[in-house]
């Protein structure tokens, strides 16, 4: 039974790293749900001057599956409030995407939030195009390091739940 605990114990610590450096996506529907986009980004927040990169997945609700159909998408990326005014920082057209998935890297320049848009047609009938919701995200400045304060929490936070987690593993010892 203690070896139990204590493995389990063992495994949420080894898995916790893991699920904190997650990737992480958004889905808009399209349509009236029979299509929709799934855009997955790594990292998940962006910061300004790093390299984010994306991958968007076009799905077919009814076919339950990704589009076979190739495609051609048009992205286009704003500033919160620009994409009105036709002011985008970002326009690629006539992107040809086959097998329903498209990969792009893009490194934004400033920290406020930005809009991600996406336009598509079916390559078999290009007059008719699909126009998603936007895709919002906030962007935050480069990441400058923990202060000494941050690790001093850190560090006294970490002490208490070990002094916590060894009174309990000792009571559950003790008792068998």
Do not use: C
């Not at 009814?62 to 704003?78: H, T």
């Not at 006539?94 to 390559?123: Q, S």
């Not at 007059?127 to 480069?142: E, I, R, W």
Request: hydrophobic share 50%.
């Amino acid at each position: 039974m203690n070896k139990v605990i204590i493995n389990s114990f063992l495994f949420v610590f080894i898995l916790l790293p893991v699920f904190a450096f997650a990737n992480g996506g958004d889905q808009r529907l399209i349509e009236q749900g029979k299509y929709y986009i799934n855009l997955s980004r790594a990292p998940f927040t962006p910061r300004i001057g790093v390299k984010t990169s994306f991958v968007a997945s076009f799905f077919d609700v009814a076919a339950n599956r990704l589009i076979n159909e190739d495609l051609i998408v048009r992205v286009r990326i704003s500033k919160l409030g620009d994409a009105p005014k036709g002011n985008f920082i970002f326009d690629q057209d006539n992107i040809v995407v086959k097998g329903g998935v498209l990969e792009f890297p893009y490194t934004f320049e400033e920290a406020v939030l930005h809009e991600i848009f996406f336009d598509f047609a079916l390559a078999p009938d290009p007059s008719k195009v699909y126009k998603a919701p936007d895709f919002l995200l906030d962007v935050q400045k480069p990441f400058n390091g923990y202060s000494i304060n941050q690790i001093l929490i850190a560090v006294f936070g970490s002490f208490v739940v070990g002094l916590i987690a060894g009174w309990f593993v000792k009571r559950i010892v003790h008792i068998t």
